[in-house]
């Protein structure tokens, strides 16, 4: 930008600024107006009487002689006096009514019957405007004489204007020219602030030029200066003392919208001249002001001084307006610029009608010229309008199409990188071959490139709508260059080059900024080095300035690859550019990393700038600026300690036994994703594939926190939402909500709050940030933080146990992890079958009760048996044969034996530590009785489906002692299908 540009842009500024502080005189003196408006109270009526009369008015000179009125030589500022007799006959009501000036008395036979001094004006400073002043007449009053006492500053030379009627008739005779002046110019007001309005606010959302509602603006200001300068005015409102000020405020300010106009559509041309010409007016508008509020000289007096700046201020626009005339600039305000020329041609035919021509009432031709313009600028507001809407219309309708695409295509593409991502997760976890897990790492690698790929375009669509915002907070800098380097190194050594490192360990440790965006700029340079460099090494190079409580940040990042081409270096920051492709085909990317890393660095105040050698390399230089939080030295890096191998063994960041959490999605994969990725969080995890089964879960049982999709078929995850907030019966309603989905576009977590939820996660989803916010949102009293307890427990090996054949159970199960859960489920399974085979038992002659024993006894045997626990399968299978083959008495000996071995099992298992976590349950009576009343409920209605979950709830709570009984025999019958069995225990328990 030169010198001259810069003048321009400054004195536009000043033209600009002087227009806004006008707008807001202009405003305060609106409010003014309407205050003291309301302070008064209009005189209109509907009926009245007028009469013409004819009185001999006489002028009084100082030595007391009486000349005829229009003989007199008048002085101003000289007292004046006039007498007359009133008439014989004075009707009730009447009034005699003259104009007038600062100051007069009337008397009549001598007394004082009015005054009027100026007392009632609420502004300092002299009435610059004559009234009409009305004085009331009694019958007394017949053939009284009448004297009119002025001291008037203006000269006036006679009494103009003699009015005789009651008020309102006086008021009809007066105002019949003047009156529909006032009522054309309102309703133009009316309509130029609405139409200024409409082009405002369609500027703002279509297009529509504001230009032109700063002319509407200027056409209210004169049809206003028509109403203040009208007399009818006054005598409606009894405003007198405030019209007269209000006209000459209002014609001084007048021309600053019609300049703001002129101004625009010259493209700012001559702003100088504009600006100078405004500061002239300003000047003008504060001196006169003074002058008249400080009674030092009315506005009156400093009229000719005021009309000649407008003189001058009209003079400059018609020659600018000339000169762009003469030189032929383009201009598309043609329609608008008709309407002013008719309005300048009905100012000047108003001024012959008011001199000479008297053909119609005061203001008819300037309402006219007025209207013509609005006319034109709704004509032409109207066209621009529509054709902007249209252009408005087609942006919207690509951006929508545009961020339609994206949210999809993040949808579709990241819901099988969410499976395939985190089942390579959970395979990495397992007990595998050094060979698997090659591949495994493998997987994981082509992944992350393929979301990384996703990541950049979604990114760059964020900036291009400028929804990309950065999210501050403190972070320590020697963390964000660590995972930056060990993230980068991977691929740096696989390509057998040599990574450099200098930082400055000086600089400060903890800094303020957006530490997300800040890796994102270092790993795309500092990946693009590694792309392109086929030999030789990658400087990375970290130094800085700090200027007060700012670390100017600078990162330089050197590479030997193949360097850039001169002809394509203003394209290197290009979006979707691959440069040199011949040479490059074999390399990852869309092109949009560097086009990134700019934006971001633009976005924290910063520079990026590059040298490069074709042939030899390449060398970007960045600076950011980021806030200082603690000043202390940065020190050395210790790379190593930060590094985790992939063979390391997985560590869940907390477990939480106590903890129900539901996952909601409609593809069983992510379910199974999700599901496994937080088994070693030991958290009770359900899931369900639809909103509708949702609905139905969370009036059944309590969860901490449900995660739930958002595209989902018939119901999506925002309407379950809404009607998950206004289901009746709702035991989750105080659970936080948590959108898990692949859409990813920016705004969708704004989005999805907005909508109710309380965050959100996005796939595919990481195991570390699936743990790490439902850390966030679970009830502290659930959440196990003890590290050494959470390695206990997630590398708990089943010790060995007496009667439990542990080697025969991992063989067939082929996992630790699935051994310990199916001894924990034949933990609690042993009590339920003991107390069950015993009710039995004590029927055990009813061929219907042998056959039920016989399933008991046949879902034992395959039970214990995966558990490792072969002694007391073939027990059970022995007693299954016999209840099939109805051996009473083989029964009867071996049933106690089994009792006995089942107590046993039970024992060993509890006193071993497997089942510490798996058995903890809570203790909550009211809760308990909640749900057996919800059971009671699905029994009487026959809703058996909805049992289920209750029954699952229940094994979750410890049963009240004095109950306990009563519910493990209504347990045991739900588990038999003994509805009616279960019903009527549960009405003998609530004794209905």
């Given at each position: 930008?030169?010198?001259?540009?810069?003048?321009?842009?400054?004195?536009?500024?000043?033209?600009?600024?002087?227009?806004?502080?006008?707008?807001?005189?202009?405003?305060?003196?609106?409010?003014?107006?309407v205050?003291?408006?309301?302070?008064?109270?209009?005189?209109?009526?509907?009926?009245?009487?007028?009469?013409?009369?004819?009185?001999?008015?006489?002028?009084?000179?100082?030595?007391?002689?009486?000349?005829?009125?229009?003989?007199?030589?008048?002085?101003?500022?000289?007292?004046?006096?006039?007498?007359?007799?009133?008439?014989?006959?004075?009707?009730?009501?009447?009034?005699?009514?003259?104009?007038?000036?600062?100051?007069?008395?009337v008397?009549?036979?001598?007394?004082?019957?009015?005054?009027?001094?100026?007392?009632?004006?609420?502004?300092?400073?002299?009435?610059?405007?004559?009234?009409?002043?009305?004085?009331?007449?009694?019958?007394?009053?017949?053939?009284?004489?009448?004297?009119?006492?002025?001291?008037?500053?203006?000269?006036?030379?006679?009494?103009?204007?003699?009015?005789y009627?009651?008020?309102?008739?006086?008021?009809?005779?007066?105002?019949?020219?003047n009156?529909?002046?006032?009522?054309?110019?309102?309703?133009i007001?009316?309509?130029?602030?609405?139409?200024?309005f409409?082009?405002?606010?369609?500027?703002?959302?279509?297009?529509?030029?504001?230009?032109l509602?700063?002319?509407?603006?200027?056409?209210?200001?004169?049809?206003?200066?028509?109403?203040?300068?009208?007399?009818?005015?006054?005598?409606?409102?009894?405003?007198?003392?405030?019209?007269?000020?209000?006209?000459?405020?209002?014609?001084?300010?007048?021309?600053?919208?019609?300049?703001?106009?002129?101004?625009?559509?010259?493209?700012?041309?001559?702003?100088?001249?504009?600006?100078?010409?405004?500061?002239?007016?300003?000047?003008?508008?504060?001196?006169?002001?003074?002058?008249q509020?400080?009674?030092?000289?009315?506005?009156?007096?400093?009229l000719l001084?005021?009309n000649?700046?407008?003189?001058l201020?009209i003079?400059?626009?018609?020659?600018?307006?000339?000169?762009?005339?003469?030189?032929?600039?383009?201009?598309?305000?043609?329609?608008?610029?008709?309407?002013?020329?008719?309005l300048?041609?009905?100012?000047?035919?108003?001024?012959?009608?008011?001199?000479?021509?008297?053909?119609?009432?005061?203001?008819?031709?300037?309402?006219?010229?007025?209207?013509?313009?609005?006319v034109?600028?709704?004509?032409?507001?109207?066209?621009?309008?529509?054709?902007?809407?249209?252009?408005?219309?087609?942006?919207?309708?690509?951006?929508?199409?545009?961020?339609?695409?994206?949210?999809?295509?993040?949808?579709?593409?990241?819901?099988?990188?969410?499976?395939?991502m985190?089942?390579?997760?959970?395979?990495?976890?397992?007990?595998?071959?050094?060979?698997?897990?090659?591949y495994?790492?493998?997987?994981?690698?082509?992944?992350n490139?393929?979301?990384?790929?996703?990541?950049d375009?979604?990114?760059?669509?964020?900036?291009e709508?400028?929804?990309?915002?950065?999210?501050?907070?403190?972070?320590?800098?020697?963390?964000?260059?660590?995972d930056?380097?060990n993230?980068?190194?991977?691929?740096?050594d696989?390509?057998?080059?040599?990574?450099?490192i200098?930082?400055?360990?000086?600089?400060p440790?903890?800094?303020?900024?957006?530490?997300?965006?800040?890796?994102?700029?270092?790993?795309?340079?500092?990946?693009?080095?590694?792309?392109y460099?086929?030999?030789?090494?990658?400087?990375?190079k970290l130094?800085?300035?700090?200027?007060?409580?700012?670390?100017?940040?600078?990162?330089?990042?050197?590479?030997?690859?193949?360097?850039?081409?001169?002809?394509?270096?203003?394209r290197?920051?290009?979006?979707f550019?691959?440069?040199?492709?011949?040479?490059?085909?074999?390399?990852?990317?869309?092109?949009?990393?560097l086009?990134?890393?700019?934006?971001?660095?633009?976005?924290?105040?910063?520079?990026?700038?590059?040298?490069?050698?074709?042939?030899?390399?390449?060398?970007?230089?960045?600076?950011?600026?980021q806030?200082?939080?603690?000043?202390?030295?940065?020190?050395?890096?210790?790379?190593?300690?930060?590094?985790?191998?992939?063979?390391?063994?997985?560590?869940?960041?907390?477990?939480?036994?106590?903890?129900?959490?539901?996952?909601?999605?409609?593809?069983?994969?992510?379910?199974?994703?999700?599901?496994?990725?937080?088994?070693?969080?030991?958290?009770?995890?359900?899931?369900?594939?639809?909103?509708f089964?949702?609905?139905?879960?969370?009036?059944r049982?309590?969860?901490?926190?449900?995660?739930?999709?958002?595209?989902?078929?018939e119901?999506?995850?925002?309407?379950?939402?809404?009607?998950?907030?206004?289901?009746?019966?709702?035991?989750?309603?105080?659970?936080?909500?948590?959108a898990?989905?692949a859409?990813?576009?920016k705004?969708?977590?704004e989005?999805?709050i907005?909508?109710?939820?309380?965050?959100?996660?996005?796939?595919?989803v990481?195991?570390e940030?699936?743990?790490?916010?439902?850390?966030?949102?679970?009830?502290e009293?659930?959440?196990?933080?003890?590290?050494?307890?959470?390695?206990a427990?997630?590398?708990?090996?089943?010790?060995?146990?007496?009667?439990?054949?542990?080697?025969?159970?991992?063989?067939?199960?082929?996992?630790?992890?699935?051994?310990?859960?199916?001894?924990?489920?034949?933990?609690?399974?042993?009590?339920?079958?003991?107390?069950?085979?015993?009710?039995?038992?004590?029927?055990?002659?009813?061929?219907?009760?042998?056959?039920?024993y016989?399933?008991?006894?046949?879902?034992?045997k395959?039970?214990?048996?995966?558990?490792?626990?072969?002694?007391?399968?073939?027990?059970?299978?022995?007693?299954?044969?016999?209840?099939?083959?109805?051996?009473?008495d083989?029964?009867?000996?071996?049933?106690?034996?089994?009792?006995?071995?089942?107590?046993?099992?039970?024992?060993?298992?509890?006193?071993?530590?497997v089942?510490?976590?798996?058995?903890?349950?809570?203790?909550?009576?009211?809760?308990?009785?909640?749900?057996?009343?919800?059971?009671?409920?699905?029994?009487?209605?026959?809703?058996?489906?909805?049992?289920?979950?209750?029954?699952?709830?229940?094994?979750?709570?410890?049963?009240?002692?004095?109950?306990?009984?009563?519910?493990?025999?209504?347990?045991?019958y739900?588990?038999?299908?003994?509805?009616?069995?279960?019903?009527?225990?549960?009405?003998?328990?609530?004794?209905?």
């Open positions: 930008m030169n010198r001259a540009e810069n003048k321009d842009n400054i004195y536009n500024r000043i033209f600009n600024g002087i227009a806004f502080a006008i707008g807001i005189v202009v405003v305060l003196l609106i409010i003014l107006f205050v003291i408006m309301i302070r008064t109270h209009g005189n209109a009526k509907l009926d009245g009487w007028h009469q013409d009369i004819h009185l001999n008015w006489m002028h009084i000179e100082e030595d007391g002689t009486k000349i005829p009125i229009e003989e007199a030589q008048i002085d101003e500022h000289n007292k004046q006096v006039y007498e007359t007799i009133l008439p014989q006959y004075i009707k009730p009501g009447a009034a005699i009514a003259f104009h007038t000036g600062l100051l007069t008395d008397y009549i036979n001598g007394k004082l019957r009015m005054r009027y001094d100026g007392s009632e004006n609420p502004f300092q400073g002299s009435a610059v405007k004559n009234m009409l002043f009305v004085v009331p007449l009694f019958s007394s009053d017949c053939n009284a004489t009448m004297r009119v006492v002025r001291y008037d500053k203006y000269g006036n030379d006679a009494l103009p204007g003699i009015y009627g009651d008020t309102i008739g006086i008021y009809n005779e007066f105002s019949s020219d009156r529909y002046g006032i009522y054309f110019a309102i309703a007001a009316i309509v130029a602030l609405i139409i200024a409409a082009c405002f606010f369609l500027g703002k959302r279509l297009g529509g030029n504001k230009t509602a700063v002319l509407c603006f200027g056409v209210f200001g004169i049809a206003v200066w028509m109403v203040f300068n009208n007399d009818t005015f006054q005598y409606l409102f009894n405003t007198q003392y405030i019209d007269g000020i209000y006209a000459y405020l209002t014609i001084m300010l007048i021309c600053f919208p019609f300049m703001y106009y002129v101004n625009m559509v010259q493209e700012k041309r001559y702003s100088k001249w504009y600006c100078a010409a405004a500061i002239l007016q300003v000047i003008t508008f504060g001196v006169v002001s003074f002058l509020f400080s009674d030092i000289m009315d506005f009156s007096v400093t001084p005021m000649i700046v407008q003189m201020i003079l400059l626009m018609l020659v600018t307006i000339i000169i762009d005339t003469v030189k032929r600039h383009k201009n598309s305000f043609r329609l608008v610029n008709c309407g002013l020329a008719g300048a041609f009905s100012g000047v035919l108003e001024v012959l009608n008011i001199n000479f021509w008297h053909v119609a009432f005061e203001g008819f031709f300037l309402d006219v010229g007025l209207l013509t313009l609005l034109m600028i709704y004509i032409f507001g109207r066209s621009y309008v529509e054709k902007s809407a249209i252009v408005a219309e087609s942006a919207t309708k690509a951006s929508k199409m545009k961020s339609s695409f994206l949210a999809n295509m993040s949808h579709e593409i990241r819901t099988p990188i969410n499976a395939i985190g089942m390579n997760d959970m395979i990495l976890r397992e007990e595998i071959s050094e060979e698997v897990r090659g495994s790492n493998s997987i994981k690698s082509a992944s490139n393929l979301l990384y790929l996703i990541n375009i979604l990114d760059f669509s964020k900036i709508a400028g929804k990309l915002e950065l999210t501050k907070e403190e972070y320590k800098l020697g963390d964000v260059v660590r930056v380097v993230a980068i190194r991977v691929k740096i696989d390509k057998g080059l040599k990574l450099n200098e930082i400055d360990e000086e600089l440790s903890v800094l303020y900024g957006d530490s997300t965006r800040v890796y994102q700029i270092m790993s795309n340079i500092l990946g693009n080095a590694a792309k460099t086929q030999k030789g090494d990658i400087l990375f130094n800085g300035e700090v200027i007060e409580d700012v670390l100017e940040l600078e990162i330089t990042i050197k590479d030997t690859g193949i360097g850039i081409r001169e002809e394509d270096k203003p290197l920051f290009d979006k550019e691959r440069l040199d492709v011949l040479k490059n085909r074999g390399v990852e990317g869309a092109g949009l990393g086009a990134i890393a700019k934006e971001l660095i633009s976005m924290m105040d910063g520079e990026i700038s590059f040298d490069s050698t074709y042939g030899q390399g390449t060398t970007f230089y960045i600076m950011i600026r806030v200082i939080v603690d000043r202390s030295e940065l020190g050395k890096i210790n790379f190593s300690s930060a590094k985790r191998e992939a063979e390391n063994k997985y560590i869940a960041k907390f477990v939480a036994p106590k903890a129900n959490i539901l996952i909601v999605d409609d593809n069983e994969l992510n379910l199974m994703v999700a599901k496994g990725l937080l088994k070693k969080t030991y958290m009770n995890v359900d899931i369900c594939k639809s909103g089964e949702m609905l139905e879960r969370v009036v049982k309590q969860y901490h926190i449900i995660l739930l999709d958002h595209m989902m078929p119901m999506d995850g925002i309407e379950t939402l809404r009607r998950f907030k206004n289901l009746e019966g709702n035991m989750c309603k105080d659970a936080p909500v948590i898990m989905t859409n990813a576009i705004g969708a977590k989005n999805y907005s909508e109710g939820f309380n965050d959100y996660i996005s796939k595919p990481k195991s940030d699936l743990e790490q916010i439902i850390y966030n949102y679970l009830p009293k659930l959440i196990c933080n003890n590290i050494e307890e959470i390695i427990r997630q590398s708990l090996v089943v010790p060995p146990m007496e009667e439990f054949d542990l080697e025969y159970a991992r063989k067939l199960l082929g996992n630790e992890e699935i051994l310990i859960d199916v001894i924990c489920e034949l933990f609690k399974y042993l009590p339920k079958v003991k107390d069950k085979l015993n009710i039995l038992f004590d029927g055990i002659e009813n061929e219907e009760i042998l056959q039920t016989c399933v008991e006894v046949h879902a034992l395959s039970s214990t048996a995966s558990a490792g626990a072969l002694l007391l399968s073939k027990m059970a299978r022995i007693l299954e044969r016999s209840a099939t083959n109805k051996e009473i083989r029964i009867r000996i071996m049933h106690p034996i089994l009792i006995e071995e089942i107590e046993k099992h039970y024992k060993v298992i509890a006193e071993s530590g089942v510490v976590i798996s058995n903890d349950k809570t203790e909550d009576d009211n809760r308990v009785e909640i749900v057996l009343k919800n059971i009671m409920e699905c029994l009487e209605q026959k809703k058996y489906n909805s049992l289920d979950l209750l029954v699952d709830e229940m094994n979750e709570y410890i049963y009240p002692t004095d109950l306990e009984k009563q519910i493990v025999e209504i347990m045991n739900l588990d038999d299908f003994e509805y009616e069995s279960a019903y009527r225990c549960l009405c003998e328990m609530f004794d209905r």
